[in-house]
């Protein structure tokens, strides 16, 4: 593991009830790197990062910066630069888009931050699609313009550690296309990236480094490119006959 990763996870198990959905895995992000962690349904993965969050009890060691997060409530991961865009996006459907964007920054604007504003220009920037569409009810864009809108409430937040759990769910590959672009933006722009997601392709051609989680257990880590060279991972992930 190295020394100077943002983010590490050790030994961490979580589990519901009597179920243990992950089982003592261990991997790193290093900061301004795309990290991706793949697998199947049910493998752990939405777990893993509500564990990271602090919305799930687990056990073992996460620690950002050096420091141990397992005491600290979710609101503590989140001033300390935590954010997660959730599956299920959680937007405000009868908010606008621009109301959908204040809430992002809802914490910094408690804690006193004056630059929310600046904030919200670099965001619309980035997504002119929302610029366009500020006036209009989450509840009624489209499902790309809805993780646009995620991705950018979760920018307002001025994320260090984003971590996305399947951004490409259910978006056509041109949509997919361009949710991976701008995640590859984000980490050019400084962010660090933990990326979960059940599209392994897409995922390990954005990424730096990957983990492969079955059944809660970390099976395979590496270099993305290696990972996408693995046989193992081609043929269950890629869709490819092993060769
Ligand atoms: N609240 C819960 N109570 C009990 N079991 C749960 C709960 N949430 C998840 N599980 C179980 O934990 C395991 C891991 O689920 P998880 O949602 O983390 O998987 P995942 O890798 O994110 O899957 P997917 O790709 O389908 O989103 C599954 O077997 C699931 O049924
Ligand atoms: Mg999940």
Redesign the pocket.
């Known amino acids: 593991m190295t020394v100077d990763a943002l983010l590490e996870v050790r030994d961490v198990s979580v589990r519901?009830?009597k179920?243990e959905?992950?089982h003592r895995v261990s991997l790193a992000a290093g900061e301004g790197r795309i990290v991706t962690v793949i697998?199947?349904?049910?493998?752990?993965?939405?777990?893993?990062?509500?564990a990271i969050m602090g919305l799930l009890p687990s056990h073992g060691d996460i620690r950002y910066r050096g420091e141990s997060l397992m005491t600290l409530s979710v609101e503590e991961r989140v001033a300390r630069g935590l954010v997660l865009v959730p599956?299920k996006r959680e937007l405000f459907a009868s908010m606008t888009v621009a109301d959908n964007l204040e809430l992002g920054a809802f914490a910094r604007r408690r804690d006193g931050d004056a630059a929310t504003r600046r904030t919200l220009d670099e965001v619309y920037h980035r997504f002119p699609r929302l610029l366009e569409r500020r006036a209009q009810l989450a509840g009624t864009l489209s499902g790309g313009e809805r993780q646009m809108l995620a991705l950018g409430r979760a920018l307002m937040g001025r994320p260090k550690l984003l971590m996305l759990?399947?951004p490409s769910l259910g978006l056509a590959p041109l949509v997919v296309r361009e949710i991976f672009s701008i995640i590859v933006g984000l980490r050019q722009a400084g962010v660090s990236i933990l990326l979960?997601e059940?599209n392994a392709r897409a995922a390990l051609q954005v990424s730096d480094e990957g983990f492969v989680?079955e059944?809660?257990d970390l099976v395979l880590s590496g270099p993305s490119a290696e990972l996408a060279a693995n046989p193992r991972v081609a043929a269950t992930y890629l869709g490819q006959g092993a060769q």
């Open positions: 519901y009830g179920v959905a992950v697998g199947p349904n049910g493998a752990g993965k939405t777990t893993l990062l509500a599956e759990d399947e979960v059940q989680l059944t809660g």
